[in-house]
């Protein structure tokens, strides 16, 4: 029996980045903001020290601030013909746990989707007629707009200290930043990072075959910085050990370093770490979430009231509370009805790496987000007439980190292991350098997520399963990609260069990107569409779902910039439009 609690003003259920933003907004409006998060406390200078956090095995192999697949996983499977099977060690993305999130541990690349990102179906319709999607994609508009999320795009920005160089203000396009980016009100607030040797070399090499490189928009900071909340951050040493490790500098944005200095200091208030949340419980006639169900590390099981309810668990585990909860109708992929769950994505990745004789790149001198890139092939930039697939990507050369357990560039025809390994990872460690390929992934019929007729958690409750593979249109579209990368890499004029290409079926165990996206998607309808351009639910309308479940596919970018533009988004309709006149913000 549940020990139920009193009510609180807004709930919040899970506390990483959109939690943070929510938590932030909402006390803001004056409400009493209570959040739940399953995970730890985390703090950045106790917790990311200097003295340990450079720990590659703990922290990158043993993945000690991610999510436990003992206690919670999801069964995988490649098409519906197929029985999934639980995975017992994530491998291919890797949800946080703790709070901040994957906000801790995000190399903090930071992206805007394109303007015609947002109007997949209608833009390239318009462009290539109809037949440019085939019946088995399901790609849709996003029933929100660039122009609508330009001011929370800049907002997010500001609050991260985004280092960076503005390729469009308000239509002007600015020399040395990125040309095809959607205006933007005004630059970023810090200038871009120092660039190293190989990014640099990399930036020769693209504008010499025409190309227009700029630097990566960043969330490690260039400067030190003060944010409009009033919270300091310091410039990065370029360390290397960022992604999949937490900043002790205070110099990589996280909710940590941005909102709650000064979110945890408010009396409307309250975080609960520990504490997971594991039913959304609805009114009798399913319009109204009245509360949750949670339990502590001792297994107790607590009701939470609340009169407005934020997911913010991550993508992952908003959609699998959703079908837990029963609110929506399951996706079915072979009538194509029902919304929960439909539209799942991913992104596709691929590099070819660059070795050189007489260079010596220092690759250890790097950032989560310190790069160059060229976005001549994202989105729609480039006329796709005839190439047989939509999307893109973008080609970065990232200076990430030169790790020494993980960084291991060798040429191709090298031994996987032994002395002649060992020979060529000491010949090539500090001479080579990988440029990588971030593409899109368009949704399909049969990419979903639903509830696992077989396996269950510790709970006794059905995993999720995860039904996804790459279609035709990525492999055209990844290896388009892969080409211009090569076309690149022979500018840059090495020793040698090894391609590798993305082949085959998607594979769930080597670590690609954690931005998997869909699930809840938002639209403008109730029929496509699980959430309204608010991120409302459809049917219960005091319900809100933040995160890139939202997203109806995927772009070519890292998604925060986008989920957090969101959030923001949403944030301003609750406390302008749905606290005034509490209800459906959209009528069907
Ligand atoms: C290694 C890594 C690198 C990344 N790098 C980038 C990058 O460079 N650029 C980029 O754009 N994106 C990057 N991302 C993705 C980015 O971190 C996410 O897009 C972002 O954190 C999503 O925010 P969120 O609030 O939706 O989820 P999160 O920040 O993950 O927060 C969700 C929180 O909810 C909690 N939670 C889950 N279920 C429950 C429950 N049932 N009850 C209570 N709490 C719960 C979790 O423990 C977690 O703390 C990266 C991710 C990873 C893992
Ligand atoms: S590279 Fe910079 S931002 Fe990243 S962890 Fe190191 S100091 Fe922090």
Redesign the pocket.
């Known amino acids: 029996m549940a020990t139920k609690l009193p009510t609180v003003d807004a709930l919040l259920v899970g506390f990483g980045w959109t939690g943070a933003i929510l938590g932030q907004e909402l006390t803001d409006a004056g409400l009493n903001v209570l959040a739940l998060e399953r995970g730890g406390w985390r703090d950045t200078a106790t917790d990311f020290a200097t003295s340990f956090?450079q720990d590659e095995l703990r922290f990158y192999y043993r993945h000690e601030l991610f999510q436990e697949p003992a206690r919670e996983t999801l069964s995988f499977r490649n098409s519906t013909i197929e029985v999934a099977l639980p995975m017992r060690q994530l491998g291919s993305f890797l949800p946080a746990s703790g709070v901040g999130g994957a906000g801790i541990h995000w190399n903090?690349q930071n992206w805007r989707f394109l303007p015609s990102d947002f109007l997949t179906r209608s833009h390239n319709t318009e462009r290539y007629g109809a037949a440019a999607i085939p019946d088995t994609m399901t790609v849709q508009d996003w029933g929100v707009t660039y122009d609508d999320l330009e001011p929370y795009y800049d907002r997010w920005e500001h609050l991260c200290g985004i280092s960076g160089k503005a390729g469009n203000i308000k239509g002007q396009i600015q020399p040395g930043g990125n040309p095809f980016e959607g205006p933007r009100s005004r630059d970023f607030p810090n200038p871009p990072m120092e660039m190293t040797y190989g990014p640099t070399l990399f930036a020769q090499a693209a504008r010499d075959i025409g190309l227009k490189p700029f630097p990566a928009p960043s969330a490690?900071?260039s400067r030190a910085y003060t944010n409009p909340l009033g919270v300091q951050l310091g410039p990065?040493?370029?360390?290397?050990?960022?992604e999949k490790?937490?900043?002790?500098?205070y110099?990589?944005a996280s909710p940590q370093t941005t909102i709650l200095p000064v979110l945890l200091r408010k009396k409307n208030f309250t975080l609960k770490t520990e504490c997971e949340v594991i039913k959304i419980n609805l009114d009798s006639d399913k319009k109204r979430a009245v509360s949750v169900t949670y339990i502590d590390t001792q297994g107790e099981e607590y009701e939470q009231p609340a009169e407005l309810i934020i997911l913010s668990a991550f993508v992952l585990h908003n959609v699998h509370l959703l079908l837990l909860s029963g609110i929506g109708t399951p996706y079915d992929p072979n009538t194509g009805r029902g919304t929960l769950g439909k539209n799942y994505a991913y992104q596709i990745v691929s590099s070819v790496d660059v070795f050189y004789d007489d260079k010596i790149l220092n690759p250890f001198i790097?950032?989560?987000a310190?790069g160059m890139v060229v976005d001549e092939f994202n989105g729609d930039n480039f006329d796709h007439t005839n190439l047989g697939f939509i999307g893109g990507g973008y080609i970065a050369c990232w200076n990430t980190n030169g790790r020494p357990i993980e960084t291991h560039l060798v040429p191709d025809g090298t031994p996987k292991w032994g002395a002649t390994w060992k020979k060529a990872v000491v010949e090539n460690y500090l001479k080579s350098m990988s440029l990588a390929t971030h593409g899109s992934v368009m949704s399909h019929r049969g990419n979903y997520l639903d509830l696992d007729p077989t396996y269950r958690d510790f709970l006794g409750r059905p995993l999720m399963r995860m039904t996804f593979d790459f279609t035709e249109n990525e492999h055209k579209m990844s290896d388009f990609l892969t080409g211009k990368t090569t076309e690149i890499a022979r500018a840059l004029k090495a020793r040698e260069i090894r391609s590798n290409p993305r082949k085959g079926h998607y594979d769930i165990t080597p670590y690609q990107t954690t931005h998997n996206t869909g699930g809840a998607i938002m639209g403008s309808n109730p029929q496509e569409s699980v959430l309204n351009r608010y991120l409302q639910h459809w049917d219960v309308s005091n319900l809100f779902v933040m995160g890139s479940s939202a997203f109806p596919q995927n772009a070519g970018y890292n998604p925060t910039g986008t989920v957090a533009a969101l959030a923001l988004w949403s944030a301003n309709a609750i406390k302008t439009q749905y606290l005034k006149t509490p209800g459906p913000l959209v009528q069907p």
Not at 245 to 249: Q, R
Request: net charge positive.
């Open positions: 956090i903090g490690n900071m990065c040493t370029y360390c290397g050990f960022c490790f937490g900043c002790g500098n110099s990589k790097g950032a989560g310190l």
